[in-house]
């Protein structure tokens, strides 16, 4: 989700997790740190986000204004339109505003999904502005009730970055164990553990390019080969490719996977090695919507290698194998 350097477009990052996971005080910690960093932030309801009173100027119905430069608003029906208002603001409440980065904060039963796919389909929205990642909270000490919940396991399902938090209040099994059940639910994602929302902002705010697999879990032997674990109801597969891939196949493949799996199909990210592409393939995919950009330029001395996670629900680890094999450039 990540863009170049030069990428003139503002970066937005997603805070999601369940009730009562801690987003607001990571929010709050974020807007009290902002390292010299103009944030507007989204929220559904100040009263319900809880924005540190010590840091508004001023407020009207719809727009809060803190005094480290950055600015809140409220989300009262339609993103698009309040993404575009805010860029558009005027005097006389308000100076022009301007601001290096977007912080949405969904509500606590809602999945990011819908919020993901403005950015994939809203053409004014996505000249404007990119999505770094999304970033899901945990509660260690409720998390095993909270899986019970649909919603919240696709929240994490979602995630680029986990923040297991309320360690302090588990034991360190208890929070081996919980941790476990992330990395199983989202192998894809890496875990920072953490007390009170006490994360490295750098780290909260980076952009999150897909991870290769073997930085995840469940890595098999090399060649094209898969891993799988089914729990929570979601399972996650894990594919890899040492045979450069066709790009033309690789859409068919995608569009056939986004149509067959509608509904079951969540998230699918990873890197593509395409034949006759010096860069790597970052793929992004978010229910029936993705899309592949390019990255860094492959190294001489890098293995060039697909590597794709698949999340969802009944998905077929066999028919996703032999789908990405039969993309293979030499097919």
Known sequence: MSGPADDPRTPVTLLTGWLGAGKTTL?????????????????????????????????????????????????RGDLVRTLTRLRRRRPPFFRRREFDHVLIETTGIAEPAPLLRTFLVEADIAVCYRVEAVVGLADALSL???????????????????????????????????????????????ILRCQNADAPIEEILRARTPRGLDDLQHREAAGAESSHTQRLGIEAISLRSERPLDAMKVQLWL????????GRLIRYK??????GETRRGILQGVYELYTVSYGEEWQEDEPRVTELVFIGRDLDVDLLERGMQACAADV
Request: glycine share 6%; aromatic share 2%; charged share 25%.
């Open 270 to 275: 990873g890197f593509l090695d395409l034949a």
């Open 144 to 190: 095993e009730r909270v899986l019970d919940e649909p919603s919240a396991v696709e929240q994490l399902a979602l995630a680029d970055l986990l923040l297991l938090n309320k360690t302090d209040l588990c034991s360190p099994q208890q929070t081996d164990q919980v941790a476990q059940r992330l990395q199983e639910l989202n192998p894809a994602a890496p």
């Open 27 to 75: 929010l709050n910690r974020v807007l009290a740190e902002p390292g010299g960093r103009r944030f507007a932030v989204l929220v559904n309801e100040f009263g319900e986000i809880g924005v540190d009173d010590r840091l508004v100027v001023r407020a009207d119905e719809d727009l809060v204004e803190l005094n480290n430069g950055c600015v809140c608003c409220t989300v």
């Open 255 to 262: 569009d056939a996977c986004a149509k067959m799996l509608e």
